[in-house]
C-alpha cells in the first residue's frame, strides 16, 4: 500500500484550498447517490467526476495505492463464484466492486487534500444543528455530543496512519528475526505475534496522545477553529448539485 494513505499530499491545488467540510458533503453526498441509483451510467459518471477531482488536486501518480496480490486474487475469487450464477450475477458483482473502488478513491481524495486538523472543527460545524436534539432524564437535560463525535473521528484518523506504520516496522523486524527450527516455525502463528505487538504498540501510542492532549487542555481546541466556506466551496457545492441531477436524470432516462 501507499506510503500516503490518510496523509495529506503537500500541493497547491484548488482542491486542497476547498474547506474540509465541503469536501465532508461531497463524499456523503456521492457516496448517497451511488448506494440508491447504482447503474452503470452513474458509476461511470462518477468515475470521470473522481478522475476530474484528482487531476484537478494535481496529486501525483506515486500517491496511488498500491493493492497487495491477495487483494486482486480475492477480486478474482469473488467472480468466479459468481460466475456460475449467471451474467446478471456477474455484472452485479462488478458493479458493487467498482461502487466499493469509487467510495475508497473519494475517502482517500479528501484524505489526501485535507489537513488532518480541519476536520474535527468542520465536522463539528456540519453537526452543530444536531447540538438541538436533547432529552431530559432525571431532571438533566442531555445533547447530542456532537464535538465529542467530531473528535473521535478526527483522532482516528490522525491516529490510523501512525497504526500502519507501526505494523510495517513490525513485520519487517520479524523478517529480520534470526531463523529457527522449522517445527519451531510450524508452532508459531506470525500474525498472533504482529497483532500482539500491535496492540501493545497502539495502547502505549494511545497513553502518549491521551497526555499530550491533557498537557494541552483537552480536546477542546481540536473543534475550536471551525473555518467556513468561500466563493470556491459555493461552486464546488454547485458543481455537486449538478452532479446529483445529472445522476437522477440519467437513472430515469436509461
Given at each position: 500500500m501507499?506510503?500516503?494513505?490518510?496523509?495529506e499530499?503537500?500541493?497547491?491545488?484548488?482542491?486542497?484550498?476547498?474547506?474540509?467540510?465541503?469536501?465532508?458533503?461531497?463524499?456523503?453526498?456521492?457516496?448517497?447517490?451511488?448506494?440508491?441509483?447504482?447503474s452503470?451510467?452513474?458509476?461511470?459518471?462518477?468515475?470521470?467526476?473522481?478522475?476530474?477531482?484528482?487531476?484537478?488536486?494535481?496529486?501525483?501518480l506515486?500517491?496511488?495505492?498500491?493493492?497487495?496480490?491477495?487483494?486482486?486474487?480475492?477480486?478474482?475469487?469473488?467472480?468466479g463464484?459468481?460466475?456460475p450464477?449467471?451474467?446478471?450475477?456477474?455484472?452485479?458483482?462488478?458493479?458493487?466492486?467498482?461502487?466499493?473502488?469509487?467510495?475508497?478513491?473519494?475517502?482517500?481524495?479528501?484524505?489526501?487534500?485535507t489537513?488532518?486538523g480541519?476536520?474535527?472543527?468542520?465536522?463539528?460545524?456540519?453537526?452543530?444543528?444536531?447540538?438541538?436534539?436533547?432529552?431530559?432524564r432525571?431532571?438533566?437535560?442531555?445533547?447530542?455530543?456532537?464535538d465529542?463525535?467530531a473528535?473521535?473521528?478526527?483522532?482516528?484518523?490522525?491516529g490510523l496512519?501512525?497504526l500502519?506504520?507501526?505494523?510495517?516496522?513490525?513485520?519487517?523486524?520479524?523478517?529480520?528475526?534470526?531463523?529457527?527450527?522449522?517445527?519451531?516455525?510450524?508452532?508459531?502463528?506470525?500474525?498472533?505475534?504482529?497483532?500482539?505487538?500491535?496492540m501493545?504498540?497502539?495502547?502505549?501510542?494511545?497513553?502518549e496522545?491521551?497526555?499530550?492532549?491533557?498537557t494541552?487542555?483537552g480536546?477542546?481546541?481540536?473543534?475550536?477553529?471551525p473555518?467556513?466556506?468561500?466563493?470556491?466551496?459555493?461552486?464546488?457545492?454547485?458543481?455537486?448539485?449538478v452532479?446529483?441531477?445529472?445522476?437522477?436524470v440519467?437513472?430515469?432516462?436509461f
Amino acid at each position: 500500500m501507499s506510503s500516503v494513505i490518510l496523509r495529506e499530499v503537500p500541493v497547491d491545488s484548488p482542491v486542497h484550498r476547498l474547506w474540509a467540510g465541503t469536501k465532508i458533503i461531497w463524499v456523503f453526498a456521492f457516496s448517497a447517490l451511488l448506494i440508491f441509483t447504482p447503474s452503470w451510467a452513474l458509476l461511470g459518471l462518477g468515475t470521470a467526476m473522481l478522475i476530474g477531482a484528482g487531476l484537478i488536486a494535481r496529486l501525483p501518480l506515486g500517491t496511488l495505492p498500491r493493492f497487495p496480490w491477495w487483494f486482486w486474487v480475492g477480486i478474482l475469487i469473488g467472480a468466479g463464484i459468481n460466475a456460475p450464477v449467471g451474467m446478471g450475477a456477474l455484472l452485479r458483482y462488478t458493479q458493487i466492486v467498482l461502487f466499493g473502488f469509487l467510495l475508497l478513491g473519494a475517502s482517500f481524495l479528501v484524505a489526501w487534500t485535507t489537513p488532518m486538523g480541519e476536520v474535527a472543527p468542520a465536522l463539528a460545524r456540519l453537526g452543530a444543528p444536531l447540538r438541538r436534539i436533547g432529552w431530559t432524564r432525571h431532571g438533566v437535560r442531555h445533547r447530542l455530543p456532537v464535538d465529542e463525535w467530531a473528535v473521535v473521528i478526527a483522532l482516528t484518523l490522525r491516529g490510523l496512519p501512525l497504526l500502519l506504520e507501526e505494523m510495517r516496522v513490525l513485520r519487517a523486524a520479524r523478517k529480520l528475526r534470526p531463523r529457527d527450527s522449522l517445527l519451531h516455525q510450524a508452532a508459531q502463528n506470525p500474525w498472533i505475534d504482529i497483532l500482539t505487538a500491535g496492540m501493545a504498540v497502539a495502547s502505549r501510542r494511545a497513553g502518549e496522545l491521551g497526555e499530550a492532549i491533557t498537557t494541552r487542555g483537552g480536546t477542546g481546541e481540536l473543534t475550536a477553529r471551525p473555518g467556513a466556506p468561500g466563493r470556491s466551496d459555493a461552486i464546488a457545492l454547485s458543481v455537486l448539485a449538478v452532479f446529483c441531477a445529472m445522476g437522477i436524470v440519467t437513472e430515469l432516462l436509461f
